[in-house]
């Protein structure tokens, strides 16, 4: 998100330099294109993540057909191994929208599409979840390996402030409801779109004339206001680039005591790799993003640690992510469409299926 004259004085290059390198990135698709991720408590949304059986690949397609045309997806991925061939997918809505969703889901098993649904926790770390990012410093560019010693870090005791987790109160306190308009919709979907554009490419893309007017100044105040609603920004990076392939997703029975750790072990910020955890009831679920010899290294660490788990690998290429769609705000009432026919009876029919 930074200029490149800031980014050329962090690796020490020429401003030029950066900008012919970063160029050059963007042609090779190292990487592609910086997204927002947005506080969704603030914008009156909730999260919702459900691990999916499918009977087939026919039925596959059909379901993430589903996701193309539901309002509210934020995510879907394919999931292979054991019995559990199939997709996991997460929504970004209204709570009162929930319903309509579970319904859904349902209908799929009833005509069935699926043969079992997961509901997972929600990654947040009021709910004992956390997220790890990649290190780079990790990686060896002249032997073109990731070097990281597992064994040594867990060995360590992780520090008492990694085990303190904010309570569903205090997070609540700390959350502000922003009023939103159509054009404020629009302008959180070019964020979660494309967050490095510039305002007035953001007004083009919205369908507005830059010289009109006072629009400049209108949607700029926009903006600068609506950061608020930003939590972070991601750069989707090519990983093969570095190695890193392999996308294992680990559901574990675990005491509440080992859970906690590796949860702690994550948050001290020495793991190199792309990874998210959730704490459930019975254990935890572990995604990650690593090369081969460590991929062997984190089930070796789940089967010394965990009581028993599942391992599913996550499909990374047919993975899909999306950005907040505007026509889900309802310009008249400035409020996040809830209606049956919109979020229930649409979306199923357009994979032929009826309530």
Known sequence: MAPAVRLAKEVGVSTPTAISWLDKMREDNVFRGVKANLRVHDLGLEIYDFLLEVSSFEALERIERFCEIHPYTLYRARVYGGNHRGILIQFRQPHTTFPHLQTALEVMKREGLVTSIRELPTLRSIYGSTHTTPLLEAWDPERMVWVFDWQSWWRTEPDLGTRETSS?????????????????????????????????????????????????????????????????????????????????????????????????????????????????????????????????ELVSLVWRIADSYELLIMDYRHSQTYGLWAETLDKESEGWKTGREFCLEKPLKEIGLDL
């Open 168 to 296: 569903v109160t205090d997070n609540r306190k700390e959350s502000h409801l922003l009023d939103l308009d159509y054009l404020d919709a629009q302008i959180l979907q070019a964020f979660t779109s494309d967050a490095r554009r510039k305002n007035i490419d953001i007004i083009r893309s919205i369908g507005l004339d830059p010289q009109e007017g006072s629009i400049q100044q209108k949607v700029s105040k926009k903006i600068k206001r609506l950061k608020a609603a930003i939590e972070s920004y991601r750069v989707f990076i090519n990983w093969t680039f570095f190695d890193v392939y392999n996308t294992p997703m680990i559901i574990a029975r675990a005491d509440s005591e080992t859970t906690d750790r590796l949860i702690a072990k994550l948050k001290e910020g020495e793991f190199p790799f792309s990874s998210s955890i959730r704490k459930t009831t019975e254990g935890f679920v572990w995604f990650a993003r690593l090369p081969s010899a460590h991929f062997s």
